[in-house]
């Protein structure tokens, strides 16, 4: 076994300490009696107390799930389509215009996507709010599912599929008794992603958003453009910790199931 | 027929929240600001028939673009915009290159592990982890604080608000985008080559060069546009820590649009912005379509 360099270990140290202290510092914080937020003035919950009994927080969060929930399951079905078009349907008229609408979200500034998409509402008569944010979520994130589900596509398989409907299989049926399983990782990591990325989004949530449908993000902002505020580092450490259990119960769940693939391979191997 | 509804549906949400968004932005530019609502003109209007769309057609000009170019603000935004994203990709790829070389020469049962550091703090939300170096840099902050105790400094930094805050927010930010793509080039690299550099006479730094960095362009490249594109566009840092000294053209945009209400000037400074992306994007395509063969 190679055994790590001091150079290696140093450059390691330091760089996770650089993307860790700040979100460890943020936590320790928000546990901080003082008002004053970086004078230490001993351990206290009181600013989870605060932020629980804050009613605009509290109804920006119900807002944000929502939009996110939604938005990230009607991106999951457009984006796995879409992938499915960029991968199978081969030639057919428009398609670098589709993938053109596909590739150039991900990299698009945000004022310009928020932008382009408050002045469509307006120019339709539409008025804003939830409804309105989970249209803009929606075409953002599909196009991020989209790209995490081609590149699964890429590598399956076809024979699999044709096996299905050579042995009587309808097309639908076949993708969802064939296809859809095998895909399922990617489909899943999509619908994550773009859950995440509809519940972080401040930019294009703001342009969107009416004056009834505040979302946790804009809800952040105003607070944060003020100043660091205790409350603020409470609600930080609690999303933090929801994020990181998501992110380690996840990598768990597909470490555990790549070994169960392992030792079903070795079994088919045996008999 | 069903292939025909698989293509359709998509296709047809995107042109109606992708595209035609787009034209509309770019049509607005082209009109004039009024205290109306909407608050620009002409607007429209199909009931007056031909002569209504040729009157739409004859009320449109550039005269916002030539307001863009003699209005120095502007330009000095998109300028500072482009430094700034190019000496912060520069800072990134500087302390994210030694990073993924330690990931990839680090212990095979380690990587997993150190993969998941480095995408944990991607999935956390953006504001929060730019929030949080707010109260680190300010004056009172607990930089401040430590390096006082240490008897290192005997007046307090200011650092927020000026863009060196900026630049280490998005160093800190964007980590990760310059991390994973050159790990990934690194991850794939025959070891035997450097022993064979070695056994040839070639110095530790010397097989370095000559082959490792060589040999990672791909992911370096990668991770450089990644860092590069969105960073022009970048809104929320220099909002939160750069203050009103830092001049970045998202936050132009937003305070054109948001502060000032003037959305022809806002549209056309959307307008500008992209046709600045256009050849950054393209050459990233270029690169990713170049390394994608290369793996074939």
């Known amino acids: ?271 | 027929m069903r292939r025909l509804a698989l293509i359709a549906l998509p296709y047809a949400w995107l042109l109606a929240l992708f595209l035609v968004p787009f034209l509309i932005v770019f049509k607005i530019s082209l009109s004039d600001i009024a205290t109306a609502i909407p608050p620009y003109t002409p607007t429209l209007d199909f009931r007056a028939g031909w002569q209504g769309i040729k009157d739409f057609f004859s009320e449109l000009d550039f005269e916002n673009f030539a307001f863009l170019a003699t209005d120095s603000l502007y330009w000095k935004a998109y300028v500072s915009s482009l430094t700034i994203a190019f000496i912060s990709t520069i800072l990134t790829l500087l302390v994210g290159y030694p990073i993924a070389y330690g990931m990839a020469s680090a212990p095979d049962h380690w990587r997993p592990t150190l993969m998941m550091l480095v995408i944990l703090p991607f999935w956390t939300s953006f504001l929060i982890r730019v929030y949080s170096w707010m109260g680190i840099l300010s004056t009172e902050g607990y930089l401040n604080q430590l390096l006082l105790g240490l008897g290192l400094i005997s007046t307090p930094l200011t650092i927020l608000n000026t863009p060196t805050a900026v630049y280490i927010g998005i160093v800190y930010t964007y980590l990760p985008f310059m991390i994973l793509p050159i790990y990934s080039a690194l991850e794939r690299m025959d070891g035997s080559l450097l022993e064979a550099a070695e056994d040839l006479g070639c110095s530790r730094l010397t097989a370095f060069w000559l082959i490792t960095v060589p040999l990672s362009k791909t992911g370096i490249i990668a991770g450089c546009f990644l860092v590069f594109i969105p960073v022009i566009g970048e809104f929320v840092i220099p909002s939160l820590l750069g203050g009103s000294q830092t001049l970045m053209i998202g936050k132009v945009l937003w305070e054109e649009f948001f502060n000032n209400r003037d959305w022809p000037v806002a549209s056309a400074v959307a307008v500008v912005l992209l046709l600045i992306l256009i050849v950054p994007i393209v050459l990233f395509q270029m690169n990713e379509q170049k390394s994608r063969e290369a793996e074939q």
């Open chain 1, 1 to 271: 076994m190679r055994r790590i360099s001091w150079f290696n270990a140093t450059s390691l140290t330091l760089g996770f300490a650089f993307l860790y202290l700040p979100m460890i510092i943020l936590i320790i914080y928000s546990f901080n009696e003082s008002k004053l937020v970086t004078v230490w003035a001993g351990f206290s919950t009181k600013w989870y107390g605060t932020l629980m009994s804050n009613q605009a927080f509290l109804d920006a969060a119900l807002v944000t799930a929502k939009v996110a929930l939604a938005s990230s399951s009607i991106a999951t079905v457009l984006g796995t389509m879409a992938a499915l078009v960029l991968v199978r349907a081969g030639r057919f008229y428009g398609r670098t215009l589709f993938s053109g609408m596909i590739y150039a979200p991900l990299v698009m500034p945000e004022v310009i996507t928020g932008l382009s998409l408050l002045l469509l509402f307006i120019g339709i008569g539409l008025d804003r709010g939830v409804f309105t944010i989970i249209l803009a979520h929606t075409t953002f994130t599909m196009c991020f599912v989209s790209v995490v589900v081609s590149s699964r596509l890429v590598t399956f398989d076809r024979s699999l599929e044709e096996a299905a409907l050579d042995l009587g299989c309808s097309p639908f049926d076949a993708f969802r008794l064939v296809t859809l399983p095998i895909i399922a990782p990617a489909v899943i990591s999509g619908w994550l992603l773009a859950f995440t990325l509809s519940l972080d989004d401040l930019v294009i949530a703001s342009f969107t958003a009416g004056p009834s449908s505040t979302t946790l993000p804009i809800k952040i902002w105003s607070a944060v453009r003020l100043g660091v505020s205790p409350e603020i580092n409470a609600l930080s450490t609690i999303m933090i910790g929801i994020v990181a259990a998501a992110v380690i119960a996840a990598s768990l769940m597909t470490k555990r199931a790549s070994l169960r693939q392992q030792a079903d391979e070795r079994a088919a191997v045996r008999a």
